[in-house]
């Protein structure tokens, strides 16, 4: 019988990770290479964007932090064994909030939708993790930074793979219950890059989830390199080459407003997981669907005008260094709404930011971090300074890819402002630091 409980326990874990793969590198087990095979041979197809490449701050960017290129990743050659005792382990900063972090992953499908990326009538389907206050973490481990056969597939984008580096462990305990002693949490979502996984923001989430947010990060299907799904399934970039950025950001939207539709299953006792995942203990009592704010990087931070324009539940969004696309940029929105960008992006070199600047109505700011990159607001900030040696990057090539601030700075930088905006927007506590520049963050200017 304790044999039978022990099993089951594991399933529910495996589960809440998002993939029995997550498991297995948890509990260090190897896995076969059928277990690590994804559902489609297929490769990753390109695709493009009507944003110049010269552009450091357009889209097709986000996908290649390395400034080499990429060889064609199969997912059916991807290995999750054991990792070596010699592998670089990667170590991302620890959240400066009071509260310890929780986290469970939940698989979501929508039956209204089919997912635009494939042929025939499959229906949408999303993976996401929600990011939580939590108490009493003893007992819950701390999930891994990304499954492990997505975990594989990412490294293998980059040239590298578990036996040379070990993704980082994370500050989220898996399932540990809500602290609910602080009442309902406000929410917000992230969206990434193009082409980037929900993990590619985890500094900034699992920081603001360690301040009292819930923070959901959405993984879209098929326009992401890899999304792990329950049964070691793996899904890649099957978007259509050629396909438009405004197009792309109809898709994000869409999936944002189901997010939220079923955070309101949450809220209401329900449970959305398509394999009714097993949910933290207060969960569903500390979903506050009144405070609802949405931020992304790049192309993410795109898909908040676009989500918010869509979806009026959203009341405050933020907007990483990202363009904007489509029709969003031209319609008048009267909700708040931050522009934060690099040293070398703002009004003054791209219309799109003009643009929404003129249509925000509602309270705005628009600030920008001296000596920061575009990829500067993504966890290749830190991630990829850790790995330089085995990269071949040079001082001179960080630094033109990820700019001249020290990447701990930066992050610490990105933190403080963009809980000082959701503070003030969702919570009504108002912070001096949107008020003007400050001493203690010589690096932040405003743009008037």
């Given amino acids: 019988m304790n044999h039978r409980r022990l099993r089951h326990r594991r399933r529910l874990i495996a589960i809440s990770v998002g993939s029995a793969g997550a498991l297995a590198a948890v509990l260090g087990v190897g896995l076969t290479s059928a277990m690590a095979t994804g559902s489609s041979s297929a490769t990753p197809a390109p695709s493009a964007s009507s944003s110049a490449t010269t552009t450091p701050w357009a889209p097709e960017n986000d996908e290649k932090p390395l400034g080499q290129k990429k060889a064609a990743v199969h997912p059916q050659t991807l290995s999750a064994d054991r990792k070596a005792a010699s592998a670089l382990q990667l170590k991302i900063p620890a959240p400066s909030g009071k509260y310890s972090v929780g986290m469970v992953g939940l698989h979501l499908v929508d039956k209204t939708r089919t997912d635009p990326y494939v042929s025939g009538s499959t229906s949408r389907e999303l993976m996401v993790s929600l990011w939580y206050p939590a108490t009493s973490t003893s007992g819950h481990y701390k999930a891994p930074y990304m499954p492990s056969i997505s975990g594989a597939h990412f490294l293998a984008t980059r040239g590298l793979s578990p036996q040379l580096v070990t993704l980082p ?77 405004s197009d792309t950001l109809k898709v994000r939207a869409a999936d944002i407003k189901f997010v939220i539709n079923q955070l309101k299953t949450l809220s209401t006792g329900g449970n959305p997981d398509a394999g009714h995942a097993t949910l933290p203990t207060g969960l569903t ?62 009004r003054n070199n791209d219309s799109s930011w003009r643009n929404m600047w003129s249509h925000l109505k509602g309270y705005k700011v628009d600030i920008k971090l001296k000596g920061a990159a575009h990829l500067s607001f993504s966890d290749n900030e830190w991630m990829v300074a850790q790995e330089a040696r085995l990269l071949g990057l040079s001082q001179a090539q960080l630094q033109q890819q990820y700019g001249t601030i020290d990447p701990t700075r930066a992050i610490a930088v990105q933190r403080v402002y963009l809980a000082a905006f959701f503070d003030q927007e969702l919570l009504k506590k108002h912070s001096t630091l949107l008020d003007g520049t400050s001493s203690k963050y010589p690096e932040i200017s405003f743009v008037p």
């Fill in 285 to 346: 009592k500390s979903v506050d669907m009144t405070k609802i704010g949405m931020f992304g990087w790049s192309l993410g931070g795109g898909a908040v005008a676009t989500s918010m324009q869509l979806d009026s539940r959203i009341a405050a969004g933020a907007n990483l260094d990202g363009q904007f696309f489509g029709s969003a940029q031209n319609k008048d929105l009267k909700r708040p709404f931050m522009l934060f960008s690099s040293g070398s992006h703002n």
């Fill in 169 to 245: 462990t994370t500050a989220g305990h898996v399932l540990a219950p809500v602290n609910t002693a602080l009442g309902k949490l406000p929410v917000l979502l992230y969206s990434t890059g193009l082409h980037s996984d929900r993990a590619m923001g985890t500094a900034l989430v699992q920081d603001l989830a360690s301040r009292g947010y819930l923070v959901v990060t959405v993984d879209h299907t098929h326009d992401a390199n890899e999304v792990q799904f329950p049964g070691s399934r793996l899904e890649v970039n099957r978007m259509p080459a050629g396909t438009h950025s």
